[in-house]
């Protein structure tokens, strides 16, 4: 048992330690100007759209949105090509998904969900380089799901308790990632905070002893853990839990109702990719045409030209 735990505390040491290393390459984007704030924005709900059309995991997701925040945290876009980000986001998505699904759909087929842009494969291809060059091809970070692995398995919840909580706190971590303000704060807290929320609603009589517990294993920062709490308190008045399920029903179109049809419909990923492919490819005649006319009007020039370093 003691040989147990200190195994424990050595994966959640090492867990602290990595965090950091990606941390202070994305919360720069809590900085970025409105406009940017705002695209940033409809970039990460399409992703969350997409996410949930295929059926994808909720770590899919939160892996495309740290990739779209480190890569648009080190650049400067130029205003006059709102279609940069919208590319930027199409490709982190795809890279997410090639390291964490086992179905990926064609890069042509990732682009529904009413994307305002759709770009070749090979325009894609090239910007996958860029970001991965940028990422320094670091494509594992740790995120907030990384610490509730953790810990849900140490608060040592009964099996029925312990899918309901992680399935919440995926749901509540996804709501809350369209807002760039939880940029500013480190994984762990984030996850913490997410926790401290969810134990009310799947354990209200037990719930102070959670938490004395969670708190117990972390000593973490308590400050910043209520802020983030405050903060999604805040983000949460406009989220609605659906609880219904309906397996065949249609991906709602609000990012709120997105995030629980991603999660109601793990448990037919394969039915829900091969339904959604079948609907992609129909539209393949359409989508070909606009991409045709909207390339041609961007001119895209080289993506190293177009994606300009920071100076620093």
Not at 211 to 230: F, H, P, R, Y
Request: charged residues 20%; contains cysteine; proline residues 4%.
């Amino acid at each position: 048992m003691e040989q147990d735990l200190f195994w424990d505390d050595e994966e959640l040491q090492s867990l602290f330690y990595q965090e950091k290393e990606t941390f202070f390459e994305s919360n720069n984007i809590v900085e970025i100007e409105f406009p940017l704030s705002l695209a940033r924005k409809k970039a990460v709900e399409w992703i969350l759209k997409v996410n949930a059309h295929y059926g994808f995991s909720a770590l899919t997701a939160i892996l495309a949105v740290n990739y779209l925040d480190r890569f648009l945290s080190g650049l400067h876009f130029q205003k006059d090509k709102p279609w940069m980000i919208q590319l930027a986001a199409v490709t982190c998505l795809s890279l997410a998904a090639k390291v964490e699904e086992t179905h990926v759909p064609l890069l042509l087929d990732l682009q529904v969900e009413n994307t305002s842009y759709v770009f070749e494969s090979k325009t894609i291809q090239r910007m996958e380089l860029l970001v991965l060059s940028a990422l320094k091809w670091r494509m594992n970070p740790v995120t907030p799901l990384s610490f509730l692995d953790h810990l849900i398995r140490r608060l040592g919840f009964k099996s029925y308790i312990h899918l309901e909580f992680l399935r919440k706190c995926e749901n509540l971590l996804l709501s809350i990632m369209p807002d760039s303000r939880f940029a500013r704060y480190l994984p762990s807290v984030v996850a913490t905070a997410t926790m401290l929320r969810v134990i009310h609603q799947v354990e209200p009589c037990t719930a102070i002893d959670y938490e004395s517990q969670l708190l117990g294993i972390l000593k973490i920062n308590m400050e910043q853990v209520n802020d983030c709490c405050e903060l999604i308190s805040e983000t949460s008045k406009t989220v609605s839990f659906i609880h219904e399920k309906c397996r065949f029903c249609e991906v709602p179109n609000s990012p709120n109702g997105v995030m629980e049809a991603l999660l109601l419909s793990s448990d037919s990923s394969n039915d829900s990719w091969g339904m959604a492919s079948c609907i992609s490819s129909s539209a393949h005649q359409p989508l070909l045409k606009k991409r045709r006319v909207q390339e041609q009007q961007m001119k895209l020039p080289s993506l190293t030209r177009v994606f300009v370093g920071s100076p620093h």
